[in-house]
């Protein structure tokens, strides 16, 4: 999985994409073989799991959702949007619902602009998503409906 980077200039990133893809997070044990393998210091891996939000830790819950709070979006409810997903699965930013069923990131645009607020839940993209379409698709997720 790792091998065919080795060598490449800018290995780091499809290093760190292919770990993540294959376990789901980065895992902490990781750091110290990137950077052997790499020749960076552990500091420098750490600032590029840092830098991109997309990195994650720890291993995500069965579904993700994505919640737009960029502008176009924001002047259409997001935050009052972001506020009920927080309180229905009760969970913040980045976290992990009890259940593994969800993990809420929060996203600055989804491309959906003119369809605000702009839910993505896994691959799938939901436009004018209120906090009771909301509960409806978290409940269809949690009865793994289409
Ligand atoms: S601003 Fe929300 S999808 Fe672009």
């Known amino acids: 999985m790792l091998a ?7 290995a780091l990133l ?7 893809e294959t376990f789901g ?10 950077a052997d393998t790499l020749n960076l210091s552990r500091a420098e ?18 579904h993700i959702i994505k919640v737009c709070r960029a502008e176009a979006c924001q002047a259409v409810g997001a ?30 645009c989804l491309g959906n602009c003119a369809l605000g607020p702009a839910v993505m839940i896994d691959e799938t993209l939901h436009g004018r998503v209120t906090p009771a379409r909301f509960d409806t ?8 409906a289409p």
Do not use: K, N, W
């Open 79 to 108: 935050e009052s949007l972001l506020d009920h997903v927080r309180r229905s699965l009760r969970v913040d930013d980045g976290g992990t619902t009890a259940d593994d069923a969800f993990t809420l990131q929060v996203v600055y």
């Open 25 to 34: 997070c980065i895992d902490e044990s990781a750091v110290p073989l990137l």
């Open 45 to 62: 891996v750490h600032g590029v799991i840092g830098f991109y939000h997309d990195f994650r830790r720890t291993r995500p819950g069965r």
């Open 14 to 20: 499809p290093m760190l994409h292919a770990l993540q």
């Open 137 to 144: 698709l978290a409940a269809e997720q949690r009865e793994g």
């Open 4 to 10: 065919p980077h080795v060598g490449t200039p800018g």
